[in-house]
Nanobody, 122 residues
Framework: QVQLTQSGGGLERPGNSLRVSCRAS????????MAWFRQAPGKEREFVAA????????FYGDPVKGRFTITRDFAKDTLDLQMTDLKVEDTGVYYC???????????????WGKGTLVTVSS
């Protein structure tokens, strides 16, 4: 049984920073990609960032490039998403996910966290 436990998030003002974290537990060794997606009200789930273990590469969606950073800790089996220079349009529920391929398509990922709300508002 694989579980993804999320923490962090909350309410922050535009221009400020926020972090969300995800810890994986269970039989995760075969899945080499951890990623973050987000979903704003009334919108489809959107790719944020991913880390691929096989070559230690990171990938970012265009809206967050240069502002968001993901960090994978293999010892703790965690994936942190550090968000800086937050914008109102970053508001949404952020989901941690685990899969075999680094793609931007949500349906290619197998396991999902329950989601963490991030609200950016003045």
């Amino acid at each position: 049984q694989v579980q993804l436990t999320q923490s962090g998030g909350g309410l922050e003002r535009p221009g400020n920073s926020l972090r969300v974290s995800c810890r994986a537990s269970g039989r995760t060794s075969s899945m080499k990609v951890m990623a973050w997606f987000r979903q704003a009200p009334g919108k489809e789930r959107e790719f944020v960032a991913a880390h691929r273990e096989t070559d230690d590469r990171t990938f970012y969606g265009d809206p967050v490039k240069g502002r968001f950073t993901i960090t994978r800790d293999f010892a703790k089996d965690t994936l942190d998403l550090q968000m800086t220079d937050l914008k109102v349009e970053d508001t949404g529920v952020y989901y941690c996910t685990l899969g075999w391929q680094a793609t931007t398509v949500p349906t290619t990922y197998t396991y999902w966290g329950k989601g963490t709300l991030v609200t950016v508002s003045s």
